[in-house]
């Protein structure tokens, strides 16, 4: 794995004569967690769309750059709101999806001990359809967790879970991907609290950093700090909503 890079995006998007966000600059630091939160349909998974390279419905008049200037294609690792999930594949051929279509040898042992950490293990011979949404929602984290990419961009990763599972899976999440350079969107302001290193709120106008608790995360659910940050971000953001 190459070093996880700072990533900077800048610039305005529309949606044919509406502008939907910017002009605005918005920096990933190298190796940290930045958590995205803002209204719906805001523009949140476009952004990480344009980070990927993908196509968009709209126009994009900026720039995304990575701080070692080398291209962020090939470097990412991508979990998509919908999971995406090969229906005629089983849980663990749709875990190594991504070596399989890249040509490369799957590597099955981590796969089978991510679908253990994520608690599908007695699943991994069915086929999706077996599942349920938030098991559905699991086999697409362990699909994503096991590309040792140093740039991680996960969209709504834990919406469909139960809390005890989703505080789980955080744990999970935090501790496969430290050190890398991740922007995980949601609309949890307890998942934001707890995760990120930077918290981001976007609007049509800018993108504007929360300040975060002060230690660092994985922070404990139950951690003051944390908890009255959590407070201030629902109380911010239900005011924004009126
Ligand atoms: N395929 C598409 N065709 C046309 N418009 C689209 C398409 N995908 C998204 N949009 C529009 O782009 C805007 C931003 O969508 P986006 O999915 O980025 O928002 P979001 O902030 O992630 O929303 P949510 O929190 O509901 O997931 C919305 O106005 C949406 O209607």
Known sequence: MTVPPAITLQGRYSLGDVDLFGPLSMQLPAGQWSCLLGPSGVGKSTILRLILGLS??????????AEDGLPLRDRI????????????LTVLENTVLGARLRG????????????????????QSQTPAALSGGMRQRA??????????????????????????????????????????????????????????????????????????????????????????????????RGQAR
């Open 56 to 65: 968009t419905s709209g126009q994009f008049e900026g720039s995304v750059q």
């Open 77 to 88: 690792s991508y979990m998509a709101q919908s999971d995406l999930l090969l229906p005629w």
């Open 140 to 237: 697409a984290l362990a699909r994503a967790l096991i590309e040792d990419r140093p740039v991680v961009l996960l969209d709504e990763p834990f919406s469909a879970l139960d809390a005890g599972t989703r505080a789980d899976m955080q744990e999970l999440a935090a501790e496969v991907l430290q050190g890398k350079t991740v922007l995980l969107v949601t609309h949890d302001p307890a998942e934001a609290s707890r995760l990120g290193h930077q918290i981001l709120l976007l609007s049509p106008k800018a993108a504007t950093r929360w300040t975060p608790p002060p230690t660092p995360p994985i922070r404990a659910l139950q951690d003051p700090a944390t908890l009255a940050c959590q407070a201030a971000l629902l109380a911010h953001l």
């Open 104 to 123: 490369e040898t799957p590597d099955l042992p981590r796969a089978r001990q991510l679908l253990t950490r994520v608690g599908l293990e007695a699943y």
